[in-house]
């Protein structure tokens, strides 16, 4: 998401009534030009104002962890070794990409589609409460993606579709669920991760498309299976 | 509890020098702001959500802020003594609005701009024959012409009044008006408008 304008701060300053009369002058000018701004300044003065209209809630602890989880994911990367550092910049060149979206065309071509699944443990210790989890990585065209598939329940499952790298070209990016040739559900990846929620049972495919041309498909099937006690 | 413009620049040091400790500090502070704000301003805009859109924007906000080592965090002064809270509530605020806008789910984009009736200079009636319409149209013309002349106080006084539909008090509240300043303000503007409509229909041949 850009933003556009920078007078965030001054903003602040205008409606919480700082300013000195020359900048108010100034954000005035700015303010009647500015419809973003004017939206902003409207906005802000509804939730300072008006939060007594609308029932709102705090975040939730575990919205918050994760938050922090993200946050931190995110700073590693900023603190890690400079040979990685090197590795990241090496990735991040075009002629590496071209190599490497050459190699996941040939690969794609000659792997089957569950080839490269890794089973994530049976969560819950008991048989009648265990869930189904299973988590992949596919990278399409130099974007890593990671699938999570979990079963909530019966002839219901959950799939969740992320881009673990920020990736200033995951804007464009689209990701679609299909059945057989049905479409049942499609977002597109400008945020870190979508969910396909309660969906049954069945042969799947996850088409990833960006600037309208497919990237990639990955195909799967959700199934019930026995859970030995 | 208030923290001083001081503090939030101390705590700001710590975590552009890499302490997570600090890090998760920022985040928890101002998680509840964050929340709060993407659901009024979702609220407000009418636009339907679940607890995941917000969980994503809650997100999406931090995640901004803390990117490219802290460069959204680092534009961040207190000069004026802004505190960091409204410096993140107003960042997640043109966030959520950007986000809206982006996904052409803006509710401002349906919105017609209305010409108050009593600012119409006596249309009363009930069929508009085509000459009138037109009539009508052109002086809709004309008045925006005429808010664009205005100063950009009054500018601004009538785009949050009209436009955006404030009541005069939530005007006041957001030019940080007293409420008799704010009607004194309408009633300078309307008279200017009024003067600037009347003077260009007459230049008219």
Redesign the interface.
Known sequence: ??????Y??M?????????SDEDR?EM??H??KC??C??????????????SR?Q?????KE??E???C???K??CV??EPLIQRVRRFVIGMPFYKMLNSLYTKISEFFTTPWAGWRLAPIRGSERTISKDLINVRKRFNGIETEIEIEKTGHNKARIRVELPE?DTQKKKLRVTLKRDDREISSFLL????V?FEDIPFGHYSLIFVRDDAKIGTYLFEIRETRHDG | MKFSVEEDRQLLFRCFS?N?KA??IL??RF??L????V???L??KQVSFN??D???????I???L??H?YKRLR????????SLG??I???A???????L??KGLDA?VWQKKLVPIEQAFGITQDEIEPLAAMKKEEQGHLLQDGIQSLS??Y??FM??HFD?E?PVK?VA????LSIEHAYTVKHRAIQKLKVYVAGAMNTEV
């Open positions: 998401m850009e933003i556009l304008c920078s965030d701060e903003l602040a300053d205008y409606f919480e009534g700082r300013l002058i005035e000018a303010l009647s419809n973003l004017r939206e902003t300044l409207v906005a802000v003065n509804g939730v300072v104002r008006g939060q609308f709102l809630e705090d975040a939730p919205v918050t994760a938050a922090v993200l946050i931190n995110q700073i900023s603190c920020y400008n945020v870190d991760r969910f | 890499g997570r890090t998760e985040v928890r998680s509840d964050v929340y709060r704000s659901q009024y301003t609220m407000n607890k995941y917000l969980e994503d924007l809650h997100n999406t931090f995640l901004r803390f990117e080592e534009q961040y002064q207190g000069k004026n003594g802004c409204s410096w509530r107003t960042v605020v043109r966030t959520v609005l950007d986000h806008r982006k401002m950009p106080r500018q601004l785009q949050l955006h404030l939530e509240e957001a030019m940080q």
